[in-house]
């Protein structure tokens, strides 16, 4: 708790620092590049409507389980937070190694450097969000009062992530190969969450016990979060159960990851 405590002072005193390194860290993205920040919405956007062809009104016809509301406003809030989990495990795993002189210096406290690559794809994020809002107002959506729940939602994801990310973003600087096994299971992970499908499809083939299973999966808590507050209104303690167990799990990985963390640390300088 002392580690937790001292960790969270050094933050506090140098947020300034914080937010200039996260900036710096966003604009570098785009260095060198002709269209710039374009890009950063042309991935997440080609991707929503590819789903959409497949699964939408033009392939599959997937119907979406929320009535009165279209495919893709049903795939957004889900497939929004996942873009943002994935990208901030994906630049926070090896962040270590990009920021290895920093690393190496004895006065800059390394545990900072997850959150500036958390921050920093919280940027993206927030203007993903923002289409995301703007779709359903095209679409004739009325905002709802739940939509300010995105912020919760998106503060649960934060925390998820960056417990994964201090522990692979340590394991990453002695064993190199897990940049590739955290791809590897991004990818599983996405379809092992309801994002491009609905667990009903289960239930009506009368497999109750599939539903079950993708619940103990804590990214099942955010997506439905996102869809709770852009298309039914809910709100999360309306999931009491689904909120406890996540955020157990989520202090619980933070705990293991800052530990491994702490244990690894004094031997960063000395391998990169």
């Given at each position: 708790?002392n580690?937790?405590?001292?960790?969270l002072?050094e933050?506090?005193?140098k947020?300034?620092?914080?937010?200039?390194?996260?900036?710096?860290?966003?604009?570098?993205?785009f260095?060198?590049?002709?269209?710039?920040?374009?890009?950063?919405?042309?991935?997440?956007?080609?991707?929503?409507l590819i789903?959409w062809?497949?699964?939408g009104?033009?392939?599959?016809?997937?119907?979406?389980?929320?009535?009165?509301?279209?495919?893709?406003?049903w795939?957004?809030?889900?497939?929004a937070?996942?873009?943002?989990?994935?990208e901030?495990?994906n630049?926070?795993t090896?962040?270590?190694?990009?920021?290895?002189?920093l690393?190496?210096?004895?006065?800059f406290?390394?545990?900072?450097?997850p959150?500036?690559k958390?921050?920093?794809?919280?940027f993206?994020?927030?203007?993903?969000?923002?289409?995301m809002?703007?779709?359903?107002?095209?679409?004739?959506?009325?905002?709802?009062?739940?939509?300010?729940?995105?912020?919760?939602?998106s503060?649960?994801?934060?925390?998820?992530?960056?417990?994964?990310?201090?522990?692979?973003s340590?394991?990453?600087v002695?064993?190199?190969?897990?940049a590739?096994?955290?791809?590897?299971?991004?990818q599983?992970?996405?379809?092992?969450?309801?994002?491009?499908?609905?667990?009903?499809?289960?239930?009506?083939?009368?497999?109750?016990?599939?539903?079950?299973?993708?619940?103990?999966?804590?990214f099942y808590?955010?997506?439905?979060?996102?869809?709770d507050?852009?298309?039914t209104?809910?709100?999360f303690?309306?999931r009491?159960?689904?909120?406890?167990y996540?955020?157990v799990?989520?202090?619980?990985m933070m705990?293991?990851?800052?530990?491994?963390?702490?244990?690894?640390r004094p031997?960063f300088?000395?391998?990169?």
């Amino acid at each position: 708790m002392n580690y937790i405590g001292s960790l969270l002072k050094e933050l506090v005193a140098k947020r300034r620092l914080v937010w200039d390194l996260s900036k710096a860290d966003f604009k570098k993205r785009f260095v060198g590049s002709y269209f710039g920040i374009v890009w950063m919405f042309v991935q997440p956007i080609v991707t929503v409507l590819i789903y959409w062809l497949i699964f939408g009104p033009i392939g599959f016809k997937s119907a979406p389980p929320v009535p009165n509301a279209s495919y893709i406003e049903w795939l957004i809030p889900g497939i929004a937070p996942w873009f943002f989990f994935s990208e901030a495990m994906n630049t926070g795993t090896g962040c270590l190694q990009e920021y290895n002189y920093l690393v190496k210096k004895v006065v800059f406290r390394v545990e900072i450097l997850p959150i500036i690559k958390l921050i920093s794809s919280l940027f993206v994020h927030g203007f993903f969000v923002l289409i995301m809002f703007a779709v359903f107002l095209i679409g004739g959506n009325r905002p709802m009062a739940t939509w300010i729940q995105i912020l919760y939602y998106s503060f649960a994801a934060s925390m998820y992530a960056l417990a994964l990310t201090y522990l692979t973003s340590a394991i990453q600087v002695f064993f190199k190969d897990m940049a590739q096994i955290v791809g590897i299971c991004l990818q599983f992970g996405m379809w092992l969450t309801p994002i491009m499908y609905s667990e009903q499809l289960f239930l009506d083939k009368g497999i109750t016990i599939a539903p079950l299973i993708l619940k103990l999966n804590p990214f099942y808590y955010l997506a439905a979060g996102y869809r709770d507050s852009m298309l039914t209104g809910n709100w999360f303690f309306e999931r009491p159960t689904l909120t406890i167990y996540f955020w157990v799990v989520t202090i619980g990985m933070m705990f293991v990851g800052l530990k491994v963390f702490k244990r690894l640390r004094p031997h960063f300088s000395d391998v990169l």
